[in-house]
């Protein structure tokens, strides 16, 4: 969403978006590397996107750290767009996605896409362009001096846990970025 509003003109980016602040809640456990990479690459999103003065007020970006039912209780009911995207085959979003439901909230959410790691690891997987355009433009430094070589090559190649995408992000690109398309043109 950055990278597409960099690209416009300030007359196209106001005519195009509404603003909209996006909100990601989470921990990382103390072992867990890929999780604390994630969380310092959404700070790290959220220090370029905020500041950026081209961007202004059309999108925000903030992290929660130790999100809980508490934090949830008070951010829930002040929610109009819910992104629940699980990790495929690993965990499910279900119970939050009840409760942002329960408050009206829109919800965007992913398939369990555990059949299709076959499909992956036979090479049969197609690689979204825009998604790899993506990987190149977070790889650019664009959001820091940070090297995110290993959350990025995380989601490349075909085999293995932690590695090839195992939790199919780049299978859930094309239709998570058609369905953002869909919001703003609701909105």
Request: with cysteine.
């Amino acid at each position: 969403r950055y990278k597409k509003m960099k690209e416009m003109t300030p007359e196209e980016r106001v005519s195009k978006y509404i603003p909209r602040v996006c909100i990601f809640g989470g921990k990382a456990f103390a072992t867990y590397v890929q999780a604390k990479r994630i969380v310092k690459f959404i700070t790290d999103v959220g220090a370029t996107v905020n500041h950026d003065p081209d961007i202004g007020d059309l999108l925000k970006v903030v992290f929660v750290p130790d999100y809980n039912v508490s934090v949830a209780e008070v951010l829930i009911p002040g929610s109009e767009l819910s992104q629940h995207i699980s990790t495929a085959g690993m965990e499910a979003s279900g119970t939050s996605n009840m409760k942002f439901a329960m408050k009206g909230c829109v919800l965007i959410g992913t398939l369990d896409g555990a059949g299709c790691r076959k499909e992956r690891a036979e090479g049969k997987f197609v690689l979204d362009p825009w998604f790899e355009e993506v990987k190149k433009y977070v790889r650019s430094g664009v959001f820091g001096p940070y090297n995110y070589d290993e959350l990025m090559g995380s989601l490349e190649g075909n085999e293995g846990f932690g590695r090839a995408d195992y939790f199919l992000v780049g299978k859930d690109f094309p239709s998570y970025i058609e369905c953002q398309d869909k919001v703003d043109e609701a909105y």
